[in-house]
């Protein structure tokens, strides 16, 4: 596994993340089984939906008698916990799409349960019975309600996702209330949606994104990841085939680039971590307005970037057209100053772009160290 995480750098729930794709859930298919068998091409896979409550478990069983699949347990708590224990033993992160009346569902759960799996509240489910119970995309319109359900799991110290769907709110505004309220993780379906939404997530808050809907070709996925994505997921299209097609794709990748899912130039239409890679302020270009929308002046933007390569090679650089690494572009761009220097210092390019990310996550904890006083929650 440490083999995996030098690949991608990638945890979840404090767990190394194997690939950077995940199962998501369908109701009545994927359970501990289902992913186990396809176990060697994902990182993560997130178990259910499992409905956890009276009202949630009835409009199961509406949805059943219209002929959709649905998971059933005598006591859920136990069929909840029976599955995630399959699953141990696996290079799996477990996940656990869970959907609930009530932020109490939620918390009985968690303390019946425990730090087992990453808890997924599920904001996604579309099925009328669902809404009428409280649950699935009700949740979409009634943010207090979501947000009461993540501190309510949060305070039991646990990692908690959130499964939604594009087209009901503003989903950078939810983005950050979720950030606010304690949430470590967006799971979105974009449905009709392109990578734009993804960019605007990452542009919006520090958590963890996991792009959902029809990410089962090389191009959709790398797309996503080069807008922001840390993850995707699969459904549907979860065959092994496809799976392993993809999990071999972006591991050659990253080995060849050194940064799986690198940004975007910002020029390009890349999301904030590609101030890592922009140049001085000093024409008129994108950077000057996305500076301003984030409210950081030249001087703190160049400050930034010198202290966060202090004492790491990106300082060096002298023959680079601004004098240091810090201000040079991505790999993919030809340079022959930049490539002249990376030799000079015995530095590989993907080493370079190791360095770069650790530049871009200097950047972005700038941008995000803390919850703006106005978001609401």
Known sequence: MMEAYERFELLMNQQIVRTPIALASMAGMVDAAYALERGGHIGAAFLGGFSIDEETVLASHDLAEAGRAEFFFPDPIEGIRAEVLKLKGSDIVPGINLRGSSAASFEVLADELGDIAVYEIDAHCRQLPMIKAGAGEHLLTHHHDLCSIVKALKKFDICVSV???????????????????????????????????????????????IANNSMHSYDRVME????????????????????KGLDAAIRRYADETGWYNAPKQLCRGGDLRALAFCCMPVKECPLLPVL?????????????????????????????????????CKTSTPCMFRDMTLKNLNIQKTEYMKYKR???EKIMEEIFHEVPADIPC
């Open 224 to 243: 996503q990841f080069s807008h922001g994505a840390d993850l995707v997921s699969v459904a549907r299209k979860a065959d092994l085939h496809t799976l």
């Open 292 to 328: 301003k929308g984030i409210d950081m002046g030249r001087e703190s933007y160049v400050h930034l970037k010198q202290q966060s390569v202090l004492n790491t090679p990106l300082q060096e650089g002298a023959h680079t057209c601004f004098g240091s690494l810090a201000w040079c």
């Open 358 to 360: 650790r530049l871009a």
């Open 163 to 209: 499964k939604l769907r594009t087209g009901h709110t503003d989903e950078r505004a939810l983005a950050k209330t979720l950030w606010k309220a304690g949430a470590d993780i967006i799971h979105i379906d974009l449905m009709d949606e392109g990578y734009q939404k993804i960019r605007q997530i990452r542009n919006s808050c520090p958590l963890q994104i």
